[in-house]
Structure formats: structure tokens, C-alpha cells
């Protein structure tokens, strides 16, 4: 009985050393800064889109530029910090998020188009011709893939 007793107590002081430690390297996975994002959102443009060093400094340049006002995709939330709710229940308590009126909403989305219309102009003078189409393919095929992710 002492040995079954030692042995699972050695088993258990185990697994929550190894469940530590998985915690421990996650904890550094996940977040980038806005910096971070930008420079890899400019990285893969640079690959994808085959652009010299001059227009890869340019299109680095636009980006920081327009950082804090479109969103540079990833993760929507931040659920490490902010889990939600035990029990299945999803959602968040209303307090946690701020409510937009019918007005603020409308404001809101008329500057996003806005500020997404100028960096589509500015990207444009930086892009040669074919860059710039295939850029816009690609941005045709993401915006089609999220319809049918909503549609599920």
C-alpha cells in the first residue's frame, strides 16, 4: 500500500511539474506588439508579392503609418487574459465591452473606409501594375473565404 501511495503521489508531482513548464513556454506564444505585426505584415507582402528593397522600405513606411487605424489581423481576443465564462456560456457580460450607438457605429465604419481607401491609394503608387492586381486578388479570395466562414 506505501509503495502504491508513494508511487501515485510521484506521478502526480510529476504531471504538474510538466503542466508548469508547458505553461510556462506558452506564455511567451501569441501576443506580438503593433510593431511586430506590422513588420511581419510587410515581410510577407515582400514575399508574396516579390517587392524590391525600395518598395518594401516604402510599404513598411505606410503601414507604421497606418497601424493604430486599420486592423492588422491575428486574433480577435485575448482569451489567457480574459476567459470566458465557465459552464458553456460564451458570452461576455455586457459590462466588458463598450456599446456603440446606431450613430457611433456608422461614424465608425465611414472612418475605417476612409482610412482603408487612402492606404489602397497610397499602396497603389508603391505597387507596380501587376503587384498591385495581384494584391487585390488576394485580398478578393480573403474577403470570399470570411463570407463562407460567417455562412457556416
Do not use: W
Not at 60 to 76: A, C, D, S, W
Not at 117 to 122: C, D, F, L, N, P
Amino acid at each position: 500500500m506505501k509503495r502504491f501511495v508513494v508511487s501515485a503521489f510521484a506521478v502526480f508531482a510529476f504531471c504538474t511539474m510538466s503542466m508548469a513548464q508547458i505553461a510556462d513556454q506558452r506564455q511567451g506564444q501569441g501576443r506580438m506588439s503593433r510593431e511586430d505585426m506590422v513588420k511581419h505584415r510587410t515581410e510577407q507582402m515582400q514575399q508574396r508579392y516579390g517587392l524590391d528593397e525600395t518598395q518594401t522600405a516604402k510599404v513598411l513606411e505606410l503601414n507604421t503609418k497606418f497601424m493604430g487605424q486599420m486592423p492588422m489581423g491575428g486574433r480577435r481576443g485575448d482569451f489567457r487574459n480574459n476567459p470566458r465564462p465557465a459552464g458553456g456560456d460564451n458570452k461576455r457580460p455586457q459590462g466588458d465591452r463598450p456599446r456603440f450607438t446606431p450613430e457611433q457605429r456608422e461614424a465608425r465604419m465611414k472612418e475605417m473606409q476612409a482610412n482603408h481607401e487612402a492606404y489602397e491609394k497610397e499602396l497603389q503608387g508603391i505597387l507596380t501594375t501587376d503587384q498591385y492586381a495581384k494584391y487585390q486578388e488576394d485580398i478578393k479570395t480573403m474577403r470570399q473565404r470570411g463570407q463562407q466562414r460567417r455562412e457556416q
